[in-house]
């Protein structure tokens, strides 16, 4: 079960001394990429940083790094384990998120860093990274429709809760292509408590070719672009800050091999399936993304009218027609899956695979359609088959994209 608000995890830091600065990313999308952007950059300036993103994707401590580095195993259960004694000691009852925000907290601390790049973990007001108190630049990535009851069913309201992040006195960088009502609301809340500036995205500076040419001649989706291009202002607003006499313009460079696991990612399973091919694994999961994912896939695999056969998985609670109709097209190939359990969320839960298909089935004419249950393995091995050569695309499901990359880390380790 999710349980919002400060109140726990304030208890389970209220005697932590905090004197890393953070950038804290909140939005419905985005946000990993950016952080991950930011994390390149700052390391490119020699800024020892911490990374806490969520959800982990295959090991619980893999959603924090040092230096772009993992933390290692030990670390992050020695620290897990005193943050859990003091937890049951004052009685305070924190929830898992909350305890992993705080095991996060005291890593940076313990490890030194200068800077802390903080990924929201659900909304943002009352979301247990909000009890940062100090922040260099905050950032609000695209704002979409997800998790509902709990922020609120319009995009309105969700922008709100988002907002939360801002701080009096704090830049805050925007991604401008989000709805106009969306931005109203927080143009307004930052007015409100004093945040600001408050910087739109992308506006490159025409007066820098150096820039500008950069931004020409890289290989980004639109969306992609727009992401680095946040997480390029909210570095040099957190140089500026930290008073480093750096030309933020030279650290672009080390973003170009930043990528985001799970994310557009293209990886072979011919260890799991014999397939030569590479797929596309993307943990799209909500409309914005799937939208996002189902024009991109369109565009550059669909050629002369090329099918795709789908590996598709959803977490309890999702809008199947949503997250289905934007992706699969009439003559295409599905094969559903549940995900397995998720270490660290008992609350998460796969949608019935049964009814994803019968959902697809009920959409679109299917050339081949498979029920594979709670088989991830089945599923990559049926949709090889069925793909032959053609393109395959993993989708849906961020856990869907843990299983099978714990699957492909697990056939390297020679785990049965």
């Not at 830091?13 to 990993?32: D, F, Q």
């Amino acid at each position: 079960m999710i349980e919002l608000g400060l109140a726990r995890i304030g208890r389970l830091l209220e005697r932590t001394n905090i004197p890393w600065r953070a950038i804290h990313v909140a939005g419905t999308n985005g946000k990993g990429s950016i952080c991950a952007y930011v994390s390149a950059m700052l390391h490119a300036a020699h800024v020892r940083c911490g990374d806490f993103n969520s959800p982990h994707l295959i090991d619980r401590w893999d959603c924090i790094t040092i230096d772009e580095n993992v933390v290692n195993e030990s670390l992050f259960r020695q620290v897990e384990a005193r943050v859990n004694r003091h937890d049951a000691k004052e009685g305070i009852g924190a929830s898992e998120f909350e305890l992993l925000t705080a095991t996060a907290f005291h890593i940076f601390t313990q490890e030194k860093v200068e800077v802390g790049v903080v990924e929201v973990g659900l909304g943002g007001r009352l979301d247990a990274t909000n009890v940062l108190q100090s922040a260099l630049v905050t950032v609000i990535s695209k704002i979409g429709q997800d998790h509902q009851p709990l922020l609120g069913d319009t995009v309105e309201e969700i922008a709100y809760q988002k907002a939360g992040i801002m701080r009096p006195g704090v830049p805050c960088v925007v991604d401008s292509t989000n709805e106009p009502s969306v931005l109203e609301v927080l143009e307004t809340y930052a007015g409100e408590i004093g945040a600001g500036p408050l910087i739109k995205v992308p506006e490159i500076d025409s007066g820098d070719c150096r820039l500008r040419d950069f931004f020409q001649r890289s290989n980004l989706e639109p969306h992609q672009q727009v992401n680095l291009q946040c997480a390029f202002e909210a570095t040099r607003q957190a140089l500026k800050q930290l008073r480093l006499d750096l030309d933020p313009v030279d650290l672009l460079q080390a973003t170009k091999n930043t990528s985001w696991r799970g994310r557009l990612q293209k990886e072979s399973i011919r260890s799991l399936t014999g397939r030569n091919e590479k797929i596309l694994i993307d943990g799209a999961h909500n409309a914005q993304s799937v939208r996002v994912l189902g024009s991109i896939v369109d565009r550059t695999l669909r050629e002369s009218n090329q099918s795709i056969t789908w590996v598709l998985a959803a977490s309890k609670g999702k809008d199947l027609e949503e997250l289905l109709l934007p992706l699969v097209r009439a003559g295409d190939s599905v094969v559903t899956v549940e995900f397995g359990p998720v270490d660290g969320m008992p609350w998460v839960a796969p949608a019935s695979s049964k009814d994803l298909l019968e959902i697809a089935r009920r959409s679109v004419k299917l050339t081949g359609q498979h029920d594979a249950g709670p088989d991830v393995l089945g599923a990559l091995r049926w949709s090889s088959e069925v793909a032959g050569g053609g393109p395959l695309v993993v989708a849906g499901s961020l856990y869907l994209v843990s299983d099978v990359l714990r699957l492909l880390r697990d056939v390297e380790r020679g785990v049965q």
